[in-house]
């Protein structure tokens, strides 16, 4: 590249002020040849218009040199004196050649003309000094030797150095950058020196830290005969933040998990020009396979219709939109689309690009689907749950009020499903459930509901039935197909339903009437003897109302210490001695008086409280024992009879004992009677709780023996001590009552067994009992049960039996 000499006159003068070489436009101002001024003194080349103005500079001129000691690194006026003996006005910069000021070598001496000998192109230069020009520069201005020195430098250098004039005279290029950078700053400077120009970024550091962004542009020429790069550096540091702050934005586009799709709007087309990784990841596609495309494309016809057209309509008003919809993916999968689109306005305020945001919410709408299936189904069976039942069952009560049809609300309660789970487990009871659940959805029509309310509670919700005829046919049918066998963890397991039905309309017109109805009903089936099927009678109301203040009441006995126990004597038949009683429990109401058993218990087993409730028997019991054992009536024996649910308690046997230690009496005066029923339910299990409760030295029996159906085998098994013969047999010992009463106490004498007689109220079963060789009794005919005073009263008199 070539560029025309500057009207620059520059001499180089040695360290004895003689001039060396000077450029041509020096020759040119002053017409001087090389054989005119080659060595020859400074002064006849220069005056200057005030010699002697500064000081510090004449310590680095030699002596010769005493006139232009105040121009060094500072611009002076005066003449050049010209060979014709004209004197052209001119600025004079002296500048030293060698930074060691200890050891000056040479000096290069600049002269600008300032008049009107400047060529014409200068015109609007002339009378401008050329310092303030680059002073005013709006960039770093500096211009560099073929050496690397740094001989002229504006103040924008200064300040982005943080130095002075003089700091940044005596300092290297080199430490204007980092030490990444310098030999950058190398390579384009002499890139600038062998190709006429170069171009680079980089940062000046100041001495106190600053940084400075700049453009910097280097451009090769000359100084006289001085070769030279002159150069500018612009402050970018504002660009370089903004493109930081475009790279960060785009690497947070690239490492965003949300797919991000950028639009080109144009003629109402918008074709893909970008998406980021995510968005390859959601939707398999690659930009080389949609660039160009509208986005629109991977929409499923016919799907989310409403708002496909809120986003078309958004894009036509150039407007941003929100929207949830599916699309396909690259492999024909569907996945849920969160999709958020935002325009992005010109300068102008014209919509050029749209960006998409896109969320997979794929899963979260699965997960969204299985909490609504939850919140509606039960998790055990996948029935309907209660709440489902009754917006379904008003939607049924409606459509039968509007349609004059009749429909069917059946309760199903699993009869002694505590008994299930008691005895083969929770897991062996859930596999019930199911298998109950399974069978139910088979009996009835997709059109009705199956519901599971409650542990062991089902609900059947029966649409549009013909007659009551055939309702009662359904249930009926639905009852037999539960007691068929279950097999569970190994095991057959024989499952059967209390069923109560209510009718819609016929029974309440709103759901929560039917479903009290229908569990009225159901609470009847469980007292007419379970696995039966009743259906709902207004008088029922009366009957579960008066049921459940029972169980309030029971429970509030409890709490309140209103139960007490009575003790009926047993009597031996052959001394007549008192030698124990039976524990019957009596509740005394604050209101009703005295109740007896027969009204509560019932209840208690229902509610479950008939645990609590013996469990206080039992406490009382020993509490009296260990009176009477206080007042020298040690072997007296007082038996308490146990309920089914507290037989099949596996601590049950460590509470007895915990009982016997804190009360401190003989194990052998506490006697536990068991129904044969009970035994016979689950035979092996008994045979191992009555084991465990033998080992601890108590006394057992089994009560209302001849009632069940017990097993010989299982019999001489059982580790009891007692068998009591009901009292339904000595009804009429005239009759065949007796043959049954004679076989009880041989089978019991030939078992190794005491026999015990209860309900004894006349003299001549009295006698009977006696004459056959039964060995105790009780009964009215000597004493009902008495309070624990009338009884130490007995006792202490030595009442016997005549």
Known sequence: MNHSPLPVAVFIVNAQGSIESWNQACADLARYGARNLRGSPIGRLLAFDHPGAAGSARAILPDAMPAFSDCIDTDATGQLLCLDGSKLPVRITVARQDLDPMQPSAFSVIVLPLTSHLPRRYAMLQGLPMADIVEGLPCVFYVIDASGKLILWNRQLEQALEMSSDEIEAAEIDSFFSVKEQPIAHENIRAAFEEGHSTHEAELIGKHGKRTACLFNCVRTTLGALPCIFGTGLDISARKKNELGLLVRERAMFSSVNAIVITCCQGGANAIEYINPAFEQITGYRLDDIKGRDPRFMHIAGTDVEQQQRIDDALARHESVHAVLRNLRKNGEIFWNDLYIDPVVDADGAVTHFVGVISDITEARHYERRLQHLAHHDPLTGLANRSLLQDRLQQGIDDALHHGRLGALAFLDVDNFKHINDTFGHEAGDDVLRCIAERLRHSLREDDTVARVGGDEFVLLINHQPSIRHVTDLVERVRQSLCAPIHAVGKEIIASASIGVALFPDNGVVAEQIMRAADAAMYHAKTMGKNNCQFYTPELNQVVHDNLLLEASLTRALRNHEMFLGFQPKIDLRSGAVVGAEALVRWQHPERGLIMPAAFIGAAEETGLIVPLGEWVLDAACAELAHLARRGFRQFVISVNLSARQLRQRAFPERVAGMLAKYGIAPATLELEVTESQLMDEPAQAIAALTSLKALGVQLSIDDFGTGYSSLSYLQ??????????????????????????????????????????????????????????????????????????????????????
């Open 717 to 802: 098994r059982f580790p009891v001590d007692f068998i009591k013969i009901d009292k339904s047999f000595l009804a009429d010992i005239s009759d065949g009552d007796a043959i049954i009463t004679r076989a009880i106490i041989a089978l019991g004498h030939n078992l190794k067994l005491k026999v015990i007689a209860e309900g004894v109220e006349t003299r001549a079963q009295l006698d009977f009992l006696r004459e056959h060789d039964c060995d105790q009794m009780q009964g009215h005919y000597f004493s009902p049960a008495v309070g624990a005073t009338v009884l130490d009263h007995m006792l202490a008199r030595g009442t016997r039996l005549a």
